[in-house]
């Protein structure tokens, strides 16, 4: 897939996804913590997933490599800060529980069924195993790292709201640049050592997700400008 088609796929899904979430929280405020928490639960085991691919990560003057989930953790980010910007720090900090037991039950699913022979038909079993062997690791990684660095994110952004309210700007990027960066760090670390060189794709994961995190931004300053500019219902 070329570069440019990946920019359109990820600005549709952004775009889709921002005023989706936004129309619900204003005509159904008590949905929409459901529906952001799915869309959160949807991220997360889609990167969980697509980790496993390593990509080269052309800027054009530069190139580098990283987890082709660079794509989609700042969707991650972008979900928490939007239920922590309406509903809270304590809902954000439920919602990472919430987003975490789904993940667990995940990977519990496909060791379940790994467990099973496979079809003497089946052509691709070889494929498949050295795809998810590789995956729990992954996975087990991504589970740490989400777990610490997604409550700090929700932590620091509740801080910069109350302490800086008229900034959205601030914590959002703020947050997102904090987690993001030492979630890249941790995460390459445990889910790389001794299967690949881990200086270029800690760099990559740390560009990648920062760059893309910071180009999902100005999606989360409309969505603030959509919920201020319409009247939200009680019920």
Same mark, same amino acid.
């Given at each position: 897939m070329?570069?440019?088609?990946v920019?359109?796929y990820?600005?549709?899904?952004?775009? $889709?996804?921002t005023?989706?979430?936004?129309?619900?929280?204003?005509?159904?405020?008590e949905?929409g913590?459901? $529906?952001?928490v799915?869309?959160?639960?949807v991220y997360?085991?889609a990167?969980?997933?697509?980790?496993?691919?390593l990509i #080269?990560?052309?800027?054009?003057?530069?190139?580098?490599? =990283?987890? =082709? =989930?660079?794509?989609?953790?700042?969707?991650l980010s972008?979900?928490?800060?939007?239920?922590?910007e309406?509903?809270?720090e304590?809902?954000?900090?439920t919602?990472?529980?919430?987003?975490f037991?789904?993940q667990?039950? &995940?990977?519990?699913?496909?060791?379940?069924?790994?467990?099973?022979a496979?079809?003497p038909? &089946?052509?691709y #079993?070889?494929?498949w195993q050295g795809?998810f062997a590789?995956?729990?690791?992954?996975?087990?990684?991504s589970?740490?790292?989400?777990?610490?660095?997604?409550?700090?994110?929700?932590?620091v952004?509740?801080w910069?709201k109350?302490?800086?309210?008229?900034?959205?700007f601030?914590?959002?990027?703020?947050?997102?640049?904090?987690?993001l960066?030492?979630?890249s760090?941790?995460f390459?670390?445990?889910a790389f050592?001794g299967?690949a060189?881990?200086?270029?794709?800690?760099? !990559?994961?740390?560009v990648?997700?920062?760059?893309? !995190?910071?180009l999902?931004?100005?999606?989360?300053l409309?969505?603030?400008r959509?919920? #201020?500019?319409n009247?939200?219902?009680?019920n």
């Amino acid at each position: 897939m070329s570069f440019p088609v990946v920019w359109v796929y990820w600005l549709f899904s952004l775009t $889709a996804v921002t005023y989706i979430s936004a129309f619900i929280i204003n005509r159904y405020r008590e949905y929409g913590f459901t $529906a952001l928490v799915a869309f959160y639960t949807v991220y997360l085991t889609a990167s969980q997933i697509v980790a496993t691919r390593l990509i #080269e990560f052309d800027l054009g003057f530069y190139t580098f490599f =990283a987890p =082709a =989930a660079v794509f989609l953790y700042p969707f991650l980010s972008q979900a928490l800060d939007m239920i922590n910007e309406v509903y809270g720090e304590k809902k954000a900090h439920t919602a990472i529980i919430i987003v975490f037991v789904t993940q667990v039950l &995940f990977v519990t699913f496909i060791v379940m069924t790994n467990s099973l022979a496979p079809a003497p038909f &089946f052509a691709y #079993e070889d494929a498949w195993q050295g795809i998810f062997a590789q995956g729990i690791r992954i996975i087990i990684a991504s589970w740490l790292s989400f777990l610490v660095f997604q409550n700090l994110d929700a932590y620091v952004f509740a801080w910069m709201k109350r302490k800086y309210p008229k900034q959205v700007f601030l914590r959002s990027a703020s947050s997102d640049v904090l987690s993001l960066t030492l979630d890249s760090l941790v995460f390459v670390v445990l889910a790389f050592y001794g299967v690949a060189p881990l200086v270029p794709l800690i760099i !990559g994961q740390i560009v990648a997700k920062n760059l893309i !995190g910071l180009l999902d931004t100005p999606w989360f300053l409309w969505y603030k400008r959509y919920l #201020e500019n319409n009247t939200l219902p009680d019920n």
